[in-house]
């Protein structure tokens, strides 16, 4: 059964740190690309940051720009977030999706999804 599961997410304060990770099994990421996706309150979703299955980092959103970077350890089969000077719009439920090989924008070209982690930046 192929599966993405997140994990990390929590309350932080601004200006804060948190690394969610995204846990692959039922497959190896040396085949996948994963993508980094969150959903505001009332926003749609959308593309934050991916990694091709060659370990190619690629940025969707500008205003994560200098802030959170992505990585992978393919002997855990795990996906990291790494996300620096947390800021209050940053709050959303973040997931982690899969495709093959290479990183598109588009969600509807991703075909494994998980359920998402909350990550809320507040005072």
């Known amino acids: 059964q192929l599966q993405l599961v997140e994990s990390g997410g929590g309350l932080v304060q601004p200006g804060g740190s948190l690394r969610l990770s995204c846990a692959a099994s039922?497959?190896?990421?040396?085949?996948?690309?994963i993508g980094w996706f969150r959903q505001a309150p009332g926003k749609e979703r959308e593309g934050v940051l991916c990694?091709?299955?060659?370990?190619?980092?690629?940025r969707y959103a500008d205003s994560v720009k200098g802030r959170f970077t992505v990585s992978k350890d393919n002997a855990n089969n795990t996906v990291y977030l790494q996300m620096n000077s947390l800021k209050p719009e940053d709050t959303a439920i973040y997931y982690c999706?899969?495709?093959?090989?290479?990183?598109?924008?588009?969600?509807?070209?991703?075909?494994?999804w998980g359920h998402g982690t909350q990550v809320t930046v507040s005072s």
């Open positions: 990694i091709s299955s060659s370990g190619a980092g690629t």
């Open positions: 039922g497959f190896t990421l040396d085949y996948y690309a």
């Open positions: 999706a899969a495709r093959r090989f290479i990183c598109v924008r588009s969600e509807s070209a991703y075909t494994y």
